[in-house]
């Protein structure tokens, strides 16, 4: 499959997998982890998975996240948090406080359990949008990398879906009948992140061009 092809380029493009023992999957339900999981169950170049799924407590259906992950026949741990608790008391952004929170128990959970490597499903369009993220409300010039290690080494992000943009990922998923189970997030669509994304999209090209500039970078005109 075309789409495989691709994600076996990024892994070698950047040695993602220098360690083979263990690994970890960022398991969400929706179709890029969807996609991750599947690639590595289809493809056994890792001696071992174990998906890792943060639950935030939005009333997902996590009996049918734990009934697929059992018919997959993977080691696989459900973490559920109650973010709904912790909104109330922040004055940040709900989204920004669900996405540190599943981290910190992702990293933890994955340390726990002997995984020195991480799988996100980070595609194209995630690593533009926070480019522009980092360059509109950060200051600076940076994005996601494929390859991230972490902890000072404990740990390592790599992002095997690098190569593939988001339309490709739906495409694959409806042609492979495969499961996407909502995360019922009463907050979808109102982030930073969500606005950025819809901009980007308003210019047919923009997306190509976003990205082809994280590679093409003219230090001549740069201070």
Not at 50 to 69: N, R, S, T, W
Not at 155 to 183: A, G, Q
Request: glycine fraction near 6%; charged fraction near 25%.
């Amino acid at each position: 499959m075309w789409v495989y092809k691709k994600i076996f380029a990024a892994i070698r493009q950047y040695d993602m997998l220098d360690d083979n023992s263990r690994l970890a999957i960022a398991f969400s339900g929706g179709k890029d982890s969807m996609l991750l999981l599947n690639f590595f169950l289809d493809n056994p170049i890792v001696d071992d998975l174990f998906v890792i799924h943060i639950d935030p407590g939005f009333g997902g259906d996590i009996d049918a996240i734990k009934g697929y992950l059992e018919s997959k026949g993977v080691n696989f741990y459900i973490h559920k948090l109650n973010i709904t608790e912790e909104i109330p008391k922040s004055d940040e952004h709900p989204c920004f406080i669900c996405s540190r929170r599943r981290r910190e128990y992702l990293f933890r959970i994955a340390h726990k359990n002997g995984c020195k490597t991480i799988a996100f499903g980070h595609h194209k369009d995630d690593i533009i949008v926070t480019f522009m993220m980092n360059l509109l409300f950060h200051g600076e010039v940076a994005t996601s990398i494929p390859s991230q290690p972490i902890f000072g080494g404990k740990l390592k992000i790599i992002r095997p879906l690098y190569f593939l943009w988001e339309d490709w990922i739906e495409h694959f998923i409806r042609e492979e009948n495969l499961p996407v189970f909502p995360s019922k997030c009463p907050y979808e669509g109102t982030s930073k992140r969500d606005e950025i994304r819809e901009f980007i999209e308003s210019y047919p090209h923009a997306k190509a061009n976003l990205y082809k500039a994280l590679f093409n970078i003219n230090e001549d005109y740069l201070p």
